[in-house]
């Protein structure tokens, strides 16, 4: 959801005291972060389900409150890698529902660790699957779909007629302009049917399709964001992002620069997917398969030194892999 997030903050091209005055409205907070291994800066990216800031009848009509919704979880978790060599972004999604070690021998889902401060994020992706992390960078719904509206929605389109049994979305077939509303729930579906031969199927797959959708969204943000060219909706839209963000601590105007080179270019990014098995219900469940570990080498490897080396997977079967030991593949789960 975070493609806005260095396309235009700060960029130099606005007016000093303009710009001055956007970056002290980005938020920031406080996150230890391992950082990763050499060969590229990697970055997470976060889409928060935070109902903070959700006041008016018609946000609440689509997003709920934090009476109705009081903890905060990372709805969607997404791990960009822009290797120092020039080569293609590699775009990793992590399923909110994963199951991780949220503390050593402490499993639970990913999704809600957030409503511990991203520091517990952080550290979860660190232990379970070896990736460190050098920035963070986090957006909430209304935020998301606020800028949506300011680039004047996206288009999407459905190969079948669609609709979710839980949010208010349904579409028929064919293309559609969403506003900012519609693109958060696009984004956000997990129960979805299609219609099909003359009746409505359960699409699971959606469940673990997020990153696709989101990735659609954010390219059309990207592609349709106002350039320094028209500087009263550069201004604008500079002027949103900076309201909508919240960044690690460490984060300067060069790392966000950095950032937003690599998210002008998420369109030719390589995607990588974490295989795991998928239990839906009250409670659903993602659990990491074998081939996770290769997924984790292709998307940046795994650190020799330092508190990520020794990753702890949970995996499907019950057992625990160990990539970072020699010689070890895996052992009994913790019960």
Not at 136 to 144: C, D, G, P, V
Not at 283 to 302: D, I
Request: hydrophobic share 40%; charged share 20%; aromatic share 6%.
């Amino acid at each position: 959801m975070l493609v806005v997030v260095g396309i235009v903050v700060l960029s130099l091209a606005v007016p000093g005291v303009f710009a001055l005055m956007t970056w002290n409205r980005i938020d920031r907070v406080d996150v230890d972060l391992v950082g990763s291994p050499p060969g590229g800066t990697t970055y997470l990216l976060v889409g928060s389900d935070s109902r903070a800031g959700v006041t008016s009848d018609v946000d609440r009509a689509s997003f709920g409150d934090v009476t109705q919704a009081p903890d905060e979880n990372a709805d969607l978790i997404l791990l960009l890698r822009v290797p120092d060599d020039g080569s293609p972004p590699r775009l990793l999604a992590v399923p909110r529902d994963l199951l991780v070690f949220v503390a050593p021998r402490a499993p639970g889902r990913i999704g809600p660790t957030l409503n511990d401060g991203p520091q517990k994020l952080v550290d979860s992706i660190c232990r379970t699957l070896g990736i460190g992390v050098d920035h963070l960078a986090t957006i909430r719904f209304l935020s998301f779909a606020h800028l949506v509206d300011v680039v004047g929605g996206v288009e999407v389109s459905m190969p079948y007629p669609e609709r979710d049994t839980v949010l208010d979305f349904q579409y028929d077939a064919g293309p559609h302009h969403l506003d900012g509303r519609d693109a958060v729930t696009y984004v956000r579906v997990r129960h979805v049917e299609q219609y099909r031969d003359g009746s409505w199927v359960s699409d699971p797959a959606t469940a673990l399709g997020r990153s696709t959708r989101a990735r659609e969204v954010l390219q059309q943000i990207g592609a349709d964001a106002p350039s320094p060219s028209d500087p009263l909706g550069f201004a604008r839209f500079a002027w949103a992002v900076s309201g909508a963000v919240t960044v690690d601590g460490s984060s300067g105007l060069g790392d966000l620069r950095h950032l937003g080179d690599a998210l002008r270019s998420i369109d030719r990014a390589r995607e990588l997917r974490l295989p795991v098995t998928f239990r839906d219900g009250a409670v659903p469940l993602a659990k990491l398969r074998p081939g996770a570990v290769a997924t984790v080498q292709r998307f940046q490897g795994l650190p020799r030194r330092g508190r990520c080396a020794d990753p702890q997977m949970p995996l499907d079967d019950g057992t625990v892999a160990h990539p970072g030991r020699a010689g070890s593949s895996a052992v009994t789960a913790p019960r």
